[in-house]
C-alpha cells in the first residue's frame, strides 16, 4: 500500500492504513523528537500519541499533500514543548560535564572510533545547553532538513524569529565545538546558507 | 563548521541512539483499537463509569476534608493531563469562564476551556440545590456551524479527595471532558466558538451491601466473577445549553 492509498483508508477509518504510516515515519519520528527531549522512552511516547493524534483528526487529512514532512513537524512541535516542560521543572544535571573534558584530542591517532565516540558525545553534550527551542530548530533544519519559510509555517513564529533561532544556535554550537570541525568550505563561507541537507538524509 | 557538519553528526547521534529495529507499531495498534472501541456513542457512559469509579474512591478511601486551595477543575487537569503528550497548564492556558444554566433545580456551569488545532478541554460543573447528586449525559460539543466535535474522553470528581486537595458540597461534581479532531475553522489564535449540550442524570448510588445481586453469572461465570446489578435510571434534567467561545492555542499542532 502506497502513502496516497493509506492516507485515503485511513481517512475512511481504516486502522490498518496507520500501520503502513507508522512503519515508514517511526524510526525518523524518534530520531527527531530524541534529538529534542534527550529521552529515547519519552521520544517514543511523543511518536506514539502524535500517530494518534493522527488517527483522531483523519477526517482533516488531505491526501493529496505529502504525509511526511507535515508529520515530522507535528513531532518536533510536540517535543520541543514536553522539552521545554521538563527544563522548566528540571534542573539538567547530567550536562554539567565541561565540554573541554569531551573534546578528543587532536592529536591525529589510531584510535578512530573511541574519536569518534568523542566527537558524539560532545555533539550531544553541546546540543543539551541549547535551549528547547533551539535545539528543535537545529533538529528541524539540519536532520529533517526543513527550509526557513517551512520552519516557520510549523511554528507559528515568524521567519526572522527562526532565522535567529538558527544562527544562534549555530554560533553557540560553533564555539563549542569549533576545535572539532574542519573549516567550512570557501563555497559556504559563514555556514549560514548551507546545502539542503534533505536530499542527502532522505531514507 | 558546516551544515554537512551539523547534519552528519546528528545521524550518526541517532543511529546509535535509536535502532533501526524500533517498531512502534504494536503500541499504537493497541492505543488505536482502544481509541475506535470508545466511540461518540460510547462517551456519555465512559464518563459515567469514569465519575463514578473516581468518586466512589474518593468518597471512601479519603475520609479527611480539605477544602479546595483553587478551581477543582485545575485539581482534576493536574491528576489526569500527565498523561497527555502535550499536558495543559490550567493556570496558564485556557480561558476560565462563568456561563451557566439552571433546568429545574440542577445548574450547569463552564467554568474553564482550552482548545488547539486537536483538542478542545472544557472544565464544568454540575450542581442540584438540594444535594442530589446529578451525573453528566449526552454530553456534546459542536462548532458554531453545527459541526459535532467527538468525545475522547472525560473524568471528574464528586465528594471530598486529600489527593485533590478538593471538598465539594453535596450535590455538586466537577468535570473536565475532553473533545478530539476539532475542525471548527478557526486558525491559531483566533476565537473558537462552541456549544456544550448535555443533560443532567441523578444519580442513584445503591446502598454498600445491595451492590451485588449474588445471582449466578449469566455468562462467563467463576470464583472471581461477580453479577453487578445496574444502577438505576434517576431523573433526567435537561437539555443544557451553553455557548461560550476559546481562543485556540497556537502553540499546538
Known amino acids: 500500500m502506497e502513502e496516497r492509498e493509506a492516507l485515503v483508508r485511513l481517512k475512511a477509518g481504516d486502522i490498518a492504513a496507520l500501520e503502513v504510516l507508522t512503519r515508514t515515519y517511526q524510526l525518523r519520528a524518534v530520531r527527531a523528537a530524541d534529538l529534542v527531549v534527550r529521552d529515547r522512552t519519552l521520544a517514543e511516547d511523543i511518536v506514539a500519541e502524535t500517530f494518534l493524534s493522527v488517527l483522531r483528526r483523519s477526517g482533516r487529512l488531505d491526501a493529496s499533500r505529502p504525509f511526511g514532512p507535515w508529520f515530522l513537524r507535528c513531532v518536533v512541535n510536540n517535543a520541543r514543548k514536553a522539552a521545554s516542560r521538563r527544563e522548566r521543572t528540571a534542573q539538567l544535571r547530567g550536562e554539567e560535564v565541561s565540554l573541554e573534558d569531551l573534546l578528543p584530542s587532536q592529536e591525529p591517532g589510531p584510535e578512530a572510533l573511541a574519536q569518534d565516540a568523542a566527537l558524539r558525545d560532545a555533539v550531544w553534550a553541546a546540543l543539551g545547553r541549547l535551549s528547547p527551542e533551539q535545539r528543535a530548530a537545529v533538529v528541524q533544519r539540519y536532520y529533517l532538513g526543513l527550509s526557513e519559510q517551512e520552519m516557520a509555517a510549523a511554528s507559528g513564529c515568524p521567519p526572522g524569529t527562526i532565522k535567529w533561532r538558527l544562527y544562534a544556535a549555530r554560533e553557540r554550537l560553533r564555539g563549542w565545538l569549533y576545535p572539532l570541525w574542519e573549516p567550512a568550505p570557501a563555497h559556504e563561507p559563514s555556514g549560514s546558507q548551507g546545502i539542503d541537507s534533505r536530499k542527502e538524509m532522505r531514507t | ?253
Open chain 2, 1 to 253: 563548521m558546516t551544515s554537512q557538519q551539523v547534519a552528519h553528526a546528528l545521524e550518526t547521534l541517532e543511529e546509535r541512539r535509536v535502532p533501526s529495529g524500533l517498531d512502534l507499531w504494536p503500541r499504537v495498534r493497541a492505543s488505536a483499537a482502544a481509541h475506535q472501541r470508545v466511540g461518540p456513542s460510547r462517551t456519555a457512559r465512559a464518563v459515567r463509569v469514569g465519575s463514578l469509579a473516581l468518586a466512589a474512591v474518593l468518597l471512601f478511601a479519603f475520609g479527611a476534608t480539605a477544602y479546595a486551595k483553587g478551581p477543582v477543575y485545575e485539581s482534576l487537569i493536574r491528576l489526569f493531563e500527565p498523561r497527555a503528550t502535550s499536558p495543559v497548564e490550567p493556570a496558564e492556558q485556557g480561558v476560565p469562564l462563568d456561563v451557566s444554566q439552571t433546568v429545574a433545580n440542577v445548574t450547569v456551569s463552564v467554568e474553564w476551556a482550552y482548545a488547539d488545532a486537536g483538542r478542545i478541554l472544557v472544565a464544568y460543573t454540575v450542581r442540584s440545590a438540594d444535594g442530589r447528586r446529578y451525573s453528566p449525559q449526552q454530553v456534546s460539543l459542536a462548532g458554531a456551524g453545527g459541526a459535532q466535535v467527538p468525545q475522547a474522553s472525560g473524568y471528574g470528581v464528586t465528594g471530598a479527595s486529600d489527593m485533590l486537595d478538593v471538598a465539594l458540597p453535596a450535590g455538586e461534581g466537577a468535570y473536565v471532558g475532553e473533545f478530539a479532531a476539532p475542525d471548527l475553522g478557526a486558525a491559531p489564535g483566533e476565537a473558537l466558538a462552541l456549544h456544550l449540550e448535555m443533560r443532567a442524570e441523578e444519580l442513584l448510588l445503591p446502598a454498600t451491601d445491595t451492590a451485588s445481586s449474588g445471582e449466578p453469572a449469566a455468562g462467563p461465570s467463576g470464583p472471581g466473577s461477580v453479577l453487578l446489578d445496574p444502577l438505576p435510571n434517576g431523573e433526567s434534567v435537561g437539555p443544557f445549553l451553553l455557548a461560550f467561545s476559546v481562543p485556540v492555542d497556537p502553540g499546538a499542532e
